[in-house]
C-alpha cells in the first residue's frame, strides 16, 4: 500500500496547474456535451406540461441552473480571491478573474430567462421585486470586477483591489438567496427543499441534469481561460518555454 | 411524448416565444462565451515566451515542476 502523500501545495504553482488543466479539458468538454443532451431531452420529452403554466414553466430548466450558477460561481470567485490575496499565491487570484466572466454570463442568462418567464407568469418582463433587484446587483458586483481589474495595469494590483471587491460583495448572496422569504415577492419561493419536491420527478431530474452540465461547462471554460491568463501573465517564466515548446 | 408534430412542438403550447426565447438567448450566450474564449487562445499561443534569466523564484518553481523539493 502507497503511503506517498499528495502534495496538495504542488498544484497551487502555475508550472504544476497549467499542464494539469490542459489534461482535464477534453473530459468536462465531452461530459458537458452529453449532460446537456440527456438534460433537454428529459425536459422537452419526458417531463410533462404543468398544470397551472401549461409549457411556459419548460423554462425552470435552464433559468434555475443559471441562477445558481451565478451564485455558486460568485461565491468560488471570491474564495479563490480571498486565497490569492490571503496567502499570495497568484494561480488563486487568477482562477478568480477566469471565474468572473462565466459567472456574468449566467447570472446574465438568469436574468433574461427569468424576464422572458415573468411575461407569461405574470404578465410583466421586469419588476423591482427583491429577489429580481438582488440578481441585479449581482450583474453589476460581476462587471464591476471585471471593469476594476481591466482598469488596473498592475496584475497583482488588480488582484488585490479585486479580490476585496469580490470578499464584500458577498454580502449580497445570501440576501438573494433568502430574499423570498425575507420579502413578501412576487417571485416564487424555493421550488424544491431538502424536505420536499413540489415539482414531478422527471421534471427535478431535468433540472438537475442541467445543473450538472452548466457546472461542467464552466468547469471546462474556466480552465481553458485560466491556462490563457497564465500564459499571458508568466510569459517571463522559463517553465512556460518548455511547457509550450 | 406529449406533441403531437412539429409544429406542436415549436408552438409550445402558445407560449413558443418565450421558450425558444429563453433556450436561444442562452445557447447564443454559451456559444459565444466558447467563440471569444478560443479566439483568446489563439491570440495566446501567438505571445512568445520570454524567459528571463533564472532568477531564486524561477529556480524555485523549477525544482517544483521536476519534484525535486
Partial sequence: MSTRRINWYKYAAPA???PLAGKMIPFFTVVTVLLFIIGLYVGFFVAPTDFQQGES????????????????????????????WAFNARLGSMMATAISTTGAVFTFISLVTGSLWGKPAWGVYW?????????LILMFLYIGFISLQSSIDDPRRADRAGAVLALVGLINVP???????????????ATFTARSFKMAPSMLWAMLILLAACWMYSIAVVLVRVRCIIRE????????????A | MHWSSLSDFIRMGGYGFYVWGSYGV????????????LKRRRDVARIPAEPKPETRKAKFETAMVSDKL
Fill in chain 1, 16 to 18: 504544476n496547474f497549467y
Fill in chain 1, 57 to 84: 414553466y419548460r423554462i425552470i430548466f435552464i433559468h434555475v441552473p443559471a441562477a445558481w450558477m451565478g451564485m455558486f460561481l460568485y461565491m468560488l470567485m471570491a474564495v479563490y480571491a480571498g486565497l490569492g
Fill in chain 1, 127 to 135: 419588476v423591482w421585486d427583491a429577489r429580481m433587484t438582488s440578481t
Fill in chain 1, 175 to 189: 440576501i438573494i438567496y433568502f430574499s423570498v422569504q425575507w420579502w413578501n415577492t412576487l417571485h416564487q419561493g
Fill in chain 1, 233 to 244: 501573465r508568466e510569459r517571463e517564466a522559463p517553465w512556460l518555454a518548455e511547457a509550450v
Fill in chain 2, 26 to 37: 442562452t445557447f447564443v450566450l454559451l456559444g459565444g462565451e466558447i467563440l471569444m474564449l
